[in-house]
Nanobody
Framework: QVQLVESGGGLVQPGGSLRLSCQAS????????AGWYRQAPGKERELVAR???????NYADSVKGRFTISRDNAKNTVYLQMNNLKPEDTAIYYC?????????WGQGTQVTVSS
């Protein structure tokens, strides 16, 4: 079973940047979709960004122009570069990947945007 481990979360001031990483335990992102989701307190988990094996990306409207998803197949890692962060971006961020056996989720990393 593939495992995903997120890192890079933390506390940042509004307007700041963070880069989240999602490391897979084996080579998987080159053949499967990968995505970043987030869940704020009291809200449902929502899609932030997604990348296909061919490199096609899509983003939630709320993060377009500020966030960038990318993938390094050699490192089995997917990244989420987050710029111009806003307080409403505060949430637990999860990565996932869709495999023939089902969807796999990481444990999440907390992002807090506050002054």
């Amino acid at each position: 079973q593939v495992q995903l481990v997120e890192s890079g979360g933390g506390l940042v001031q509004p307007g700041g940047s963070l880069r989240l990483s999602c490391q897979a335990s084996r080579r998987i992102f080159s053949v499967n979709h990968a995505g970043w989701y987030r869940q704020a307190p009291g809200k449902e988990r929502e899609l932030v960004a997604r990348v296909s094996p061919s490199g096609f990306t899509n983003y939630a409207d709320s993060v377009k122009g500020r966030f960038t998803i990318s993938r390094d197949n050699a490192k089995n890692t997917v990244y989420l570069q987050m710029n111009n962060l806003k307080p409403e971006d505060t949430a637990i961020y999860y990565c996932n990947t869709d495999t023939p056996s089902g969807t796999i989720w990481g444990q999440g990393t907390q992002v807090t945007v506050s002054s």
